[in-house]
């Protein structure tokens, strides 16, 4: 049982650069969600989604898009990338957004924008 | 949101018990207190969550008082593997609020 993967470890990127960064989950999880977490600051999140098809924005969405196509998978894209951006990207899931439900996190993607 | 507040640091001995506080005078009666910890360069782990009782699980006990103004997480044999960040985090029942919102939590030093 893998949990939550995150896809790749560690990425550099260029300004003006797009990617993909991906998130699958094995536990057949209705909720899933995108963090940033940034030195000093607490985890903050970009988007998330209740189920398939089903989509909306965190609290810091601006040049980040996602879909959820399948109730495994909840990409996160980075449009034009910007120095700012610049962060470690946290994937987490749970079986649904119900507050007494435990979410399960990856060991996030390590961003850095030159 | 109800906040939280943590000690910015405690040390524990290896194989000692630790209580790590968390005060949340503002806590509703309809939040959930939920504890996360992350490791060294590791994604958030949860740990365990209650509304009113104390409750147990294999990695911890979570002491809530009687107020619930406050809760107490109990490690009750601190390993080196202990040593991480620990976030005390309130979670409305509604589940209207859709992130976890981590403060600066209280960062776990365990001496050998």
């Known amino acids: 049982n893998a949990g939550v993967t995150q896809t790749p470890k560690f990425q550099v990127l260029k300004t003006g650069q797009s990617m993909t960064l991906q998130c699958a989950q094995d536990?057949?999880?209705?909720?899933m969600s995108w963090y940033r977490q940034d030195p000093g600051m607490g985890l903050r999140l970009i988007h998330y989604?209740?189920?398939?098809?089903?989509?909306d924005q965190g609290e810091v969405p601006n040049g980040y898009n996602v879909s959820r196509s399948t109730t495994e998978d909840f990409p996160l894209r980075l449009l034009s990338a910007a120095p700012s951006q610049t962060s470690v990207y946290f994937c987490?899931?749970?079986?649904?957004?119900?507050?007494?439900?435990?979410?399960?996190f990856g060991d996030g993607t390590r961003l850095s924008i030159l | 949101d109800a906040k939280t507040t943590q000690p910015n640091s405690m040390e524990s001995n290896e194989e000692e018990p630790v209580h790590l506080p968390c005060n949340h005078s503002?806590?509703?009666?309809?939040?959930?207190i939920h504890w996360y910890r992350q490791l060294p360069s590791q994604g958030p782990e949860y740990v365990i969550h209650?509304?009113?009782s104390n409750v147990n699980n294999r990695m911890a006990s979570l002491a809530i008082a009687e107020d619930r103004k406050s809760s107490t997480l109990i490690l009750h044999r601190a390993t080196l593997r202990d040593a991480a960040v620990y976030y005390c985090?309130?979670?409305?029942?509604?589940?209207?609020?859709?992130?976890?919102?981590f403060g600066s939590g209280t960062q776990l030093t365990v001496l050998p």
């Open positions: 987490a899931s749970s079986y649904s957004a119900r507050s007494n439900q435990p979410q399960h």
């Open positions: 536990m057949n999880h209705e909720y």
């Open positions: 989604s209740v189920g398939a098809g089903i989509t």
């Open positions: 503002t806590i509703s009666g309809t939040d959930y």
């Open positions: 209650g509304l009113t």
């Open positions: 985090i309130l979670r409305d029942i509604s589940g209207s609020a859709r992130q976890l919102t």
